[in-house]
């Protein structure tokens, strides 16, 4: 059973405008997700980070936001850039445990 | 180097074959990974290291699959007796520190067997 979940496989954007790419997870002891990105024939990038205790974390165009009722979260990417086309991954630290579990990724692509 | 630095960047093995593949982590970090990525999926864990101490080898799918880390810096994931459903890409990643801190990946290297 998955315990981080990316429901959807890719996206497509029109440059400038917002991108919204979302993961599920379904336990509720996770306190701390990561957000990366990976570009073809590389490793995957860290991009931004959120801890339990907040709901919300931005850095530049990248905000992530946390709803632990729902046990949702989302990357917005805004404005999205062509740059920003590459597959996404988020993840979560398996409970009691330092082990990262990653979902099967999101594909964005910005269309310019 | 700066980065998480994996070599070789490409293998190919004949099945049977032992491969080795080696990771440099980032200067100083503490926590090293090593994850399978096969394609069209996310990285799944393999084994996990605290300096030079395997903490957790739960994901190795075989015991064709060995780690080591002997003095808490380079690793290298042994692969014997290759299969073709070995076929992956094999990513390191490095962390500063063991719990809510980033993992640092390399460019992993891509396995295939044939």
């Known amino acids: 059973d998955q315990q981080v979940k990316q429901n959807s496989p890719s996206l497509s954007v029109q440059e400038g405008r917002i991108s919204i790419l979302n993961c599920d997870y379904t336990?509720?002891?996770?306190?701390?997700f990561l957000w990366y990105k990976k570009y073809p024939a590389e490793g995957p990038t860290f991009l931004i980070s959120i801890s339990s205790i907040k709901d919300k974390n931005e850095d530049g165009r990248f905000t992530v936001f946390l709803n632990k009722s729902a046990k949702h979260l989302s990357l917005h990417i805004v404005p999205s850039q062509p740059g920003d086309s590459a597959v996404y991954f988020c993840a979560a630290p398996s409970t009691g445990t330092y082990i990262y579990i990653f979902g099967t990724g999101t594909r964005l692509k910005v269309l310019a | 180097g700066a980065g998480v630095s994996q070599s070789p960047r490409y293998k190919v093995a004949k099945r049977g074959q032992d491969v080795a593949l080696r990771c440099d982590p980032i200067s100083g970090h503490v926590s090293l990974f090593w994850y399978q990525q096969a394609l069209g999926q996310g990285p799944e864990f393999l084994t996990y290291f605290q300096n030079e101490a395997q903490l957790d080898k739960s994901g190795l799918p075989s015991d064709r699959f060995f780690a080591e880390r002997p003095e808490g810096s380079v690793s290298t994931l042994k692969i014997q007796r290759t299969q073709q459903e070995d076929s992956a890409v094999y990513l390191c990643?490095?962390?500063?520190?063991?719990?809510?801190?980033?993992?640092?990946f390399g460019n992993g290297t891509r396995l295939t067997v044939t």
């Open positions: 336990n509720s002891m996770f306190d701390y």
């Open positions: 990643a490095s962390s500063l520190q063991a719990g809510n801190s980033p993992l640092h």
